[in-house]
């Protein structure tokens, strides 16, 4: 019996002993289990008021019939088969079925969310030549961690003291947490800069409204025949069964252009182009709350921890070296460049040059500079204007801003011409005879090792689905193709899009969403060719000056220094 007690004692002890370690364990967790409860029943009260909600949703802005526009207008087979292939290439993830109707609680919060750096193969300590990554975790405003992708992120690593940065690569893992990962090219200190674009959610309705309301930044041309004058609605897309329609379509590139016929004049007699009032009223419900400054719109995330990292010199031991490369490789990036005592340093692609006022003229001597596309090749033709000194602008009498613009300095035999390219443009206005189409103005060009051809073609379409400038970029590729088969000696420089300032208003009709894709499309298309790229986006991303659709002229300088770098090789 006694036996038997002892035994028994012994279980009871060993029973006790376990209950307070369960007890411990949960006083010790419960404040993570009960957010963690809390998110779950807070997620599923919305879910559910969002189904509801969903079903009594007023109608928004009618979309646009695409069986009475341009869009039904049908491509080959093959350039089928590679619009899909590019459509693929640059695929956002879309939504979850439960999250397109959400409150704004439940959407991406960066004031809640953070990133960390992670310790590189185990250890915390990092050499030029090794990767950096940090894991950002996004949560929205309840603090519930987010379970989804789709967030729209910029990553940015840089030094202030060394006047250094390079664009990182953000990867999305579809479980609301992405990786940032830049490579280390300087010594000495290195932070990490995160920031939250645009949250999921409203990705969402940027791409509802770029393929509904193409039609958001209206256009319109001035008709005339003596004292009769009537102004009438323009576009890519126009309903063919309202009124009767001007037909614009060029004839050599095939490229669309409507508008609405005046009543009593005849379809010759347009005078002019410009950009109408832009429609408002494009969000529907309470879809503004996901587009506010200083909440969700180009807000840095902050980090859990430092976010600076001191790097080493090089590893000498080649052996390292190799076995950090292999275990990174699969997620190993390469930017186009970066900034190191403020000035660019392209990676490949020959060495660059700085050049000033005498170095400029003596590189473009006996050249010819065409430059075509919008406002920001238009900065290119400003910026050597006032570099070359020698160089006159001669008056065309064109509206400022709008073009066409031409320089000549006749002792050095250089010459510079501008040209926007044709509709859609959101100039103010432009005569109806300039507006000409980049592909058939090259197609114009004889060419040749003196000839210089600067291509910017971007802002101005991204208020249209993404086919509509695969289309363009298509004709214009045709043509470079031409070119360079004619006069292989032509550079063919063509400029990537950039970011750009972003408020609620700009962000619905410019937005960095709609470059960014514009600019996956670009690369693909022209990937391969004979094309010298300057990639603005990773420009203005490494940069520390704040964003703007004009890049200031530090990053112009750069931008031309890489150009000229080109034209005149160091070797020559």
Known sequence: MDTMWRSLSKYICIFFLLALSGLFFLFSNINILEQKLNCQAVSMFYQHQSNIHSAFLPEGPSPLDRNQSYCSQEPSPEEALEERDLLESIAWPQPQPHSVNVSLNQTSDPAHSLFVILPAGGRREWHVGDQLEALVHMHDFQGCPKSYGGDFLLAR????????????????????TYSAI??????GSAQVEV????????????????????????FQSLFR????????????????????????????????????????????????HARGPYVNHLLVNKEALLFQSGVNIKVPIHPSGSDSVIVLPEKKDKADVERSSMKTESTRITPSGYYFQGSWRALGGGVMRQFNDSSATQCLKGKVVYMYGDSTVRQWFEYLN????????????????????????SAHNILLKYRCHGPPIRFNTVIASEMRYVANELDGLTGGSNTVVFISIWSHFSTFPLQVYIRRLRHIRRAVLRLLDRASGTLVVLRSANLQALDPKVSLYNSDWFSVQLD???????????????????????????????????????????ILSHVCPESS
């Not at 200031?552 to 750069?558: D, G, H, Q, R």
């Open 157 to 176: 690593l840089h030094s202030s003291k060394l006047e250094a940065g390079v664009a990182g690569q953000v990867l999305d893992h579809r479980n609301g």
């Open 182 to 187: 830049f490579p280390l090219l300087w010594q």
């Open 195 to 218: 920031t939250l674009v645009h949250p999921s959610e409203a990705v969402h309705v940027l791409r509802r409204i770029r393929e509904e309301r193409p039609d958001r930044i209206p």
């Open 225 to 272: 025949s003596g004292k009769l004058s009537q102004t009438t609605v323009c576009n890519l897309c126009l309903p063919t069964n309202q009124k009767p329609l001007c037909n614009y379509t060029d004839p050599h590139t095939g490229e669309p252009w409507y508008c609405y016929k005046p009543k009593l004049l005849s379809c010759d007699t347009r005078i002019n």
């Open 386 to 409: 006032i570099l070359v000194a020698d160089l006159k602008e001669f008056n065309l009498y064109s509206p400022k801003n709008v073009g066409p613009f031409m320089a000549v300095d």
């Open 520 to 562: 996956g499309v670009l690369r693909a298309m022209f990937k391969g060719l004979d094309v010298l790229l300057i990639d603005a986006w990773e420009m203005t991303l490494a940069h520390h000056l704040p964003h703007a659709l004009h890049p200031p002229p530090i990053i112009i300088k750069n931008m031309i220094d890489i």
